[in-house]
């Protein structure tokens, strides 16, 4: 099974800041890597998919890089809205797996 | 647009088997060529997928719950469902449908989980 390591695993934030969150696959995923978001009581959310593809609807302010086992997650500027969990997820093979996520607070 | 919810039994009793179902609406489960999860994820922790079926029936379990697990679709109903038996505490968490889209370029089919269920959570209790 392939294992997603995130980190960091909490990070204090202000608007506007930029942030970026970073994931690792145990073994070599080429781009097969999404990133979704979630908020307290709600389902997460497609961010991105295959590494570094805008899901529709999703701002502009966030993008995806890196390929491999080694990823990233870049908010360029932090608005209100985005404070949230984030989660990295592998779709190379099954079983499918997820990062144990990144909690972005407010600072 | 299309739409997901996940019903069953909020409370499951230790050793009995916890069943759910999603309901798909706003579009055929048989359309298109995607894959059908459930993902749970306990209080304050990660997202574990459980496993996926294709319209064709054809399934994919996580090893870590394959001897427990079953999902199945009844595309009559427009509705998969999940069946995870021998529940323990350790089962409580909520649960969620989702379904599998995929973008695919020069033989590669990249697929992520685009659209989800609210989700529900189910205590395994006495």
């Known amino acids: 099974d392939i294992q997603m390591t995130q980190s960091p695993s909490s990070l204090s934030a202000s608007v506007g800041d930029r942030v970026t969150i970073t994931c690792r696959a145990s073994?070599?995923?080429?781009?097969?890597l999404n990133w979704y978001q979630q908020k307290p009581g709600k389902a997460p959310k497609l961010l991105i998919y295959?590494?570094?593809s805008l899901q529709s609807g999703v701002p502009s302010r966030f993008s995806g890089s890196g390929s491999g086992t080694d990823f990233t997650l870049t908010i360029s500027s932090l608005q209100p809205e985005d404070f949230a969990t984030y989660y990295c997820?592998?779709?190379?093979?099954?079983?499918?797996?997820f990062g144990q996520g990144t909690k972005l607070e407010i600072k | 647009q299309v739409q997901l919810q996940e019903s069953g039994p909020g409370l499951v009793k230790p050793s009995q088997t916890l069943s759910l179902t999603c309901t798909v609406s706003?579009?055929?489960?048989?359309?298109?060529?995607?894959?059908w999860s459930w993902i749970r994820q306990p209080a304050g922790k990660g997202l574990e997928w459980i496993g996926r079926?294709?319209?064709?029936?054809?399934?994919n379990y996580n090893p870590s719950l394959k001897s427990r697990v079953t999902i199945s679709v009844d595309t009559s109903k427009n509705q998969f469902s999940l069946k995870l038996s021998s529940v323990t505490a350790a089962d409580t968490a909520v649960y969620y449908c989702?379904?599998?889209?995929?973008?695919?370029?020069?033989?590669?089919?990249?697929?992520?989980?685009?659209?989800w269920g609210r989700g529900t959570l189910v205590t395994v209790s006495s």
């Open positions: 706003g579009g055929s489960i048989s359309s298109g060529s995607y894959y």
């Open positions: 989702a379904r599998t889209d995929g973008y695919c370029s020069g033989g590669s089919c990249y697929r992520y989980f685009d659209l």
């Open positions: 295959a590494a570094s």
């Open positions: 073994q070599s995923i080429s781009s097969y």
């Open positions: 079926i294709y319209t064709s029936g054809s399934t």
């Open positions: 997820q592998q779709s190379y093979s099954t079983p499918r797996s």
